[in-house]
């Protein structure tokens, strides 16, 4: 479980959203990309400011009731201060589970879960490379990644159904394979919030997320992130 952040852990709150695009070419196959701007609102005095955009495109390839595998090629840019910017290369191959299985509907290529409660679980390994725009040392690492997934919906017997508002929520923690030199290397992070499913095409979400960071694996956690995490999906 997690514990309370530190009392001396230094905080900030961010805004974050999310513009995702898919195209479920097959009952097997889906194509899609995330684009996601971000952007410091506060910080502790003295700390600069930030803003990041992420591009994301993925693949999926759904094998049966309770398993797609996944494959990301992340590319981000952040202008971290006034004189310092970053770019990250980052390529990544998982897979979910869905711990409560799914049908597929022949029609829409659409997976349906059998149960009103959706769980899922998202493991990746990622190959973290960050450029920068100074003299300051190229990085690059492995880590992995876990993310439990929960959806509740609220006025429909499933999320998957047209006019659905859900509840949802996650917790994952990112692990290095080394202790790299980048301060949010090593997190865990909490997002829940509600959804909505206008119909197959548009989904909405709104969340509040919490980042807790530390160094290496045996320090304490010394910075807590606040977000505003707000999405939008379009499916075809």
Request: with cysteine; hydrophobic share 35%.
């Amino acid at each position: 479980m997690l514990a309370p952040c530190t009392a001396h852990a230094q905080t900030n709150t961010q805004l974050w959203t999310e513009f995702t695009l898919d195209w479920i070419k097959s009952k097997h196959t889906t194509i899609g990309v995330d684009v996601e701007p971000k952007v410091l609102l506060s910080a502790p005095a003295g700390d600069p400011g930030w803003a990041t955009l992420d591009v994301t495109p993925s693949v999926e390839y759904a094998r049966g009731q309770w398993f797609d595998l996944i494959g990301e090629l992340h590319a981000g840019w952040t202008k971290q201060t006034d004189d310092l910017n970053s770019t990250e290369i980052t390529p990544r191959i998982g897979f979910r589970l869905h711990l409560l299985s799914n049908l597929r509907e022949d029609l829409f290529k659409e997976r349906q879960p059998k149960r009103r409660l959706v769980i899922r679980d998202l493991m990746r390994v990622e190959w973290r490379n960050l450029l920068y725009s100074t003299d300051k040392p190229d990085s690059s690492t492995v880590r992995f990644r876990n993310r439990l997934e929960m959806l509740w919906p609220i006025n429909r017997q499933r999320i998957t159904e047209n006019g659905a508002s859900y509840l949802t929520t996650d917790w994952e923690w990112f692990i290095p394979v080394d202790d790299p030199s980048e301060r949010f290397a090593n997190k865990q992070r909490i997002r829940a919030g509600l959804g909505y499913r206008r119909s197959r095409a548009w989904h909405f979400e709104a969340k509040y997320v919490w980042d807790r960071s530390r160094n290496s694996i045996d320090q304490p956690f010394t910075s807590s992130d606040h977000a505003i995490d707000l999405v939008m999906k379009r499916v075809w």
